[in-house]
């Protein structure tokens, strides 16, 4: 039997217990993934520790307790026909938060949880893919040694970046994804002072505690102050399935739009990595393609997708921001939720929406209100005095609009400058959701890797700033205090101009010119005049 405050998706059960979840007690993750299942769409089981494990320390200790997720482990083992901790037929796990508000990047997931030395040989059987097999083992061991065990991200990799000497780590083969991961294992427990644990069930408890204490971090806590939010409402933890995008190259991670976040238009807006886990698409510390190589590729996956987020808008009745894997060419959905969006955006769907009947009129009046033409002004550099635009570089778009400020090559700097009341552009070698307060207070974002749908861009789109991201050109020196594109040096404090607009950037501040988008004005005025005869 279920304790109070446990909840299963998809695992075939009765589902009594369940039906009595809800947003607020599931967290909008697991409640959306439950909706998920309930229209069919291939989401892998499930089950729910709820917010109320979040209220306060001891309920936190609490959750990592066994006794707490016994029964919705053995519902997940009964479901899958596989064990957690079997040497056979191992169970592996994701272990994901989810907060009864979208809160993107602000708390910590782990995956492949129950791999270890005693399980590797039952997953190579079962997979017969000893590549995945060691991926997997190799990325538990050091996320669990950052999460979990507090370890510098740098112990593990600075040991990856001196075997892969500038390669691209899908290019390792399986022999040296196993060395890499005997190293990760000495060097945890080089840093920890004790050996990383080999029982799954203990990975499992120290998981689960870790991502609800991830609800007390620093950047939670500053993105619930930026946006208002109440500490207590606390988030849930959803322990899942594996499903493995890291399987070869018929396989992969993405996250994408049902609709174009930054000018709304009415088609699919995703990122997709081949033979990778979704962590690496959505951390920002790699770059991520567009749909068009999926769509070439895996034809019958692409529109499968098309066909699944089709439903996701009519069943949910907005624009979505969703997550899914593909393993060995089958689709697999993990994620939904009401996406980011920019005000020209956030206009054109609600009115898109409304003509198809998706959405009543008070719901459009209710998603447009406050958005007048200050609102929807739009912002393009021009050429001044007839000479020809010369873009220093070019990178992919996650938020539309000009930035115009001094170069910061950290928070500390962003925050400084913005306290004298000077205008910064953060240029990072990532898109960190860590960067957040500073981010608040920068005009726009640049950075060298990240992919327009990772957790940082989702962030800067939502407070309006422009956001360029994995502009491979650029080549970030901390210590000399200098950013290089090309044969271009730029120092710390120079003048940088983004235009999310195309995706180019300038050096020095260039002019800007303000349009407005008439025929999207003309539509919400007759929606208003419309509510009003009414």
């Known amino acids: 039997m279920l304790p109070p405050e446990v909840y299963l998706i998809g695992c075939g059960h009765d589902t009594t217990h369940t039906a009595q979840g809800s947003a607020q007690r599931m967290g909008f993750k697991a409640w959306n993934l439950l909706r998920m299942a309930g229209l069919s769409l291939p989401v892998p089981p499930a089950f729910v520790l709820g917010t109320h494990y979040c209220v306060d320390p001891a309920a936190r200790a609490m959750s990592a307790h066994p006794d707490v997720w016994r029964a919705g482990l053995q519902a997940l083992e009964q479901a899958t026909g596989l064990t957690l901790g079997d040497a056979r037929r191992p169970l592996l796990l994701s272990v994901r938060s989810g907060a009864p508000v979208s809160m993107p990047g602000m708390m910590e997931t782990l995956l492949n949880i129950g791999l270890c030395d005693h399980t590797v040989e039952g997953l190579l059987r079962q997979t017969g893919n000893p590549r995945l097999v060691w991926d997997a083992y190799r990325r538990l061991v050091a996320s669990y040694g950052e999460v979990v065990a507090g370890l510098p991200a740098l112990c593990f990799e600075e040991v990856a970046a001196a075997l892969l000497q500038g390669r691209d780590e899908r290019l390792l083969d399986f022999a040296d994804l196993r060395w890499l991961t005997q190293r990760f294992l000495q060097v945890y427990a080089e840093h920890a002072g004790h050996p990383f644990p080999q029982q799954p069930t203990a990975q499992l408890a120290g998981a689960i505690e870790a991502v609800f204490s991830s609800w007390q971090s620093a950047k939670a806590q500053a993105y619930r102050r930026l946006n208002h939010l109440d500490d207590a409402i606390g988030t849930a933890v959803t322990v899942q399935c594996m499903v493995f995008g890291n399987a070869g190259g018929r396989s992969g991670a993405g996250v994408g739009f049902t609709r174009d976040p ?260 003309a539509r919400l005025g007759a929606l208003r005049r419309g509510s009003q005869i009414g």
């Open 262 to 521: 930054g000018s709304g238009a009415p088609n699919l807006w995703v990122d997709f990595l081949f033979d990778a886990q979704g962590e690496d698409v959505v951390s920002g510390r790699r770059s991520a393609h567009g749909h068009d190589e999926l769509a070439t590729v895996l034809p019958e996956v692409w529109q499968a997708l098309n066909d699944a987020t089709q439903q996701l808008e009519h069943a949910f009745g907005d624009m979505q921001d969703f997550e899914f894997t593909v393993q060995d060419s089958r689709l697999f959905m993990l994620q939904t939720r009401a996406g980011k969006r920019t005000p020209q955006a956030a206009a054109r769907i609600a009115l898109d929406l409304l003509d198809t009947g998706l959405i009543e009129p008070d719901v459009a009046l209710a998603r447009t209100a406050g958005l007048d033409r200050q609102a929807l002004a739009q912002t393009h550099v021009v050429a001044c005095d007839g000479t020809p635009l010369r873009p220093l570089g070019h990178a992919a778009s996650a938020s539309s609009g000009v930035a115009v400020g001094e170069i910061a090559l950290d928070a500390a700097r962003a925050l400084a400058r913005h306290e004298t009341g000077i205008p910064v552009v953060l240029v990072r070698r990532d898109a960190d959701t860590a960067d957040i307060a500073a981010l608040e207070s920068a005009t726009g974002l640049l950075t060298q890797r990240g992919a327009r749908t990772s957790h940082a861009a989702v962030v800067a789109r939502q407070l309006g700033k422009v956001c360029l991201v994995g502009c491979s050109e650029l080549q970030i020196d901390e210590t000399a205090r200098t950013a290089k594109v090309g044969d271009q040096i730029l120092h710390e404090g120079d003048l940088l101009t983004l235009d999310g607009n195309d995706g180019t950037f300038y050096a020095g501040k260039s002019q800007v010119e303000v349009t407005f988008p008439e025929a999207l004005l």
